[in-house]
């Protein structure tokens, strides 16, 4: 049974963003940890601990020069990267959660329309944005300058009137680019790009085009529709699809997110208890409007601090009923704090974060079923 080859309508009117950070892991554990910045890092169990084993999660910059990258055995990176060099470091989850939610939160404030892929990138559809902004470029510069001011981490994005032509921008000019493709320039900017840079062609489906002869977008784009269908099928569509810039699938709005955060670095360290208290005061009052703002209450209050010696301290509490103010999430986290007992502090960075979240369906009161 053949596909019928219907004709495709592309819609270029809307304006789709993809937003990638840079080395998110490694990036994070960077900031926490300075003295790696000049370092080969590598996220993952050190294998010359774990009997040779292990899967690298990330790495940056400096290691990649090394041809180290995501996916391969850790041991690899032993062989690859210099000793003097080589810095491994266990994967942190719950920390990159955390500031993925911030990000998250960021994206939040731009537009409603936005779709998770993984912590470390997202869709958004900026076609009618919260910002009021015509110019994609001006809400690009403000995403990037927001995220790197609220997390000391860079993001490169990609905008255009498909995900898939965003998705190929954000990978374009990295790390830290903006990269914008116009429909005049689509068929032109995927021509240049050899197949194994295109999203969704994997190591099978490049062997097999290679087989072919095809080893650029303009390879792909000189190959007839009828190939395309008759050696893959549906596939075969899609892919006919994306190396002519034709993707009209939707950024799929996201669920309920798990936590909201607001964290502030301070270049002046707080070194008194009322400074502390009163910036918790201020960042409990941005949570409770943003949990306000998406009809969401939480029951678990989390705060986080950071000396100026990069040492992270985080403490949480659970409550049984769900927090109804600011004031509830202020005094939740203020007790948190003094539980710390911390003495001649300096402190760089304060977060408050509520967790264990649901959205507000009903009031809970305490009822006196059964009266004396």
Request: a negative charge; proline letters at 3%.
């Amino acid at each position: 049974m053949s596909l019928v080859k219907i004709p495709v309508v592309v819609n270029t009117n809307r304006k789709i963003l993809h937003v990638d950070m840079d080395a998110f892991y490694a990036s994070v554990e960077e900031r926490e940890h300075p003295e790696f910045k000049q370092k080969a890092l590598v996220i993952a169990h050190d294998p010359r601990k774990n009997n040779n084993h292990g899967v690298i999660t990330t790495a940056n910059y400096n290691a990649r020069k090394y041809g180290v990258n995501s996916a391969m055995p850790s041991q690899k990176a032993v062989e690859l990267i210099p000793k003097s060099e080589l810095v491994f470091t266990d994967p942190n989850f719950s920390l990159y959660r955390q500031v993925s939610d911030q990000i998250h939160d960021i994206f939040k404030d731009v537009t409603d329309i936005y779709q998770s892929v993984a912590l470390d990138e997202a869709y958004l559809d900026i076609t009618d944005n919260k910002l009021k902004q015509d110019s994609a470029i001006k809400v690009m510069q403000y995403i990037q300058s927001r995220i790197y001011k609220e997390t000391r981490l860079t993001c490169s994005i990609g905008i255009s009137y498909n995900k898939f032509l965003a998705k190929m921008a954000s990978d374009y000019a990295k790390p830290f680019g903006r990269t914008l493709v116009l429909p005049e320039h689509a068929v032109d900017f995927l021509s240049e790009i050899p197949i194994e840079k295109f999203n969704g062609i994997g190591k099978n489906m490049q062997s097999k085009l290679h087989d072919m002869g095809v080893y650029t977008g303009k390879d792909l784009q000189n190959l007839g529709q009828d190939i395309f269908l008759d050696r893959f099928g549906k596939w075969g569509y899609i892919m006919y699809q994306h190396c002519h810039g034709m993707d009209n699938s939707a950024v799929e709005a996201n669920r309920v997110r798990k936590s909201v955060g607001k964290e502030q670095t301070y270049n002046k360290p707080l070194i008194k208890d009322e400074e502390v208290y009163h910036q918790m005061s201020q960042l409990s009052k941005q949570v409770y409007q943003i949990l306000s703002n998406h009809n969401l209450q939480g029951k678990t209050v989390v705060i986080k601090i950071r000396t100026t010696d990069f040492e992270t301290v985080s403490k949480r509490k659970t409550l049984n009923n769900y927090l109804h103010s600011e004031q509830e999430i202020y005094n939740t986290a203020q007790e948190l704090f003094d539980e710390l007992g911390l003495e001649n502090f300096q402190l760089r960075l304060v977060g408050v974060t509520v967790t264990t979240i649901d959205e507000f369906g009903f009031e809970e009161l305490p009822l006196k079923l059964f009266e004396e």
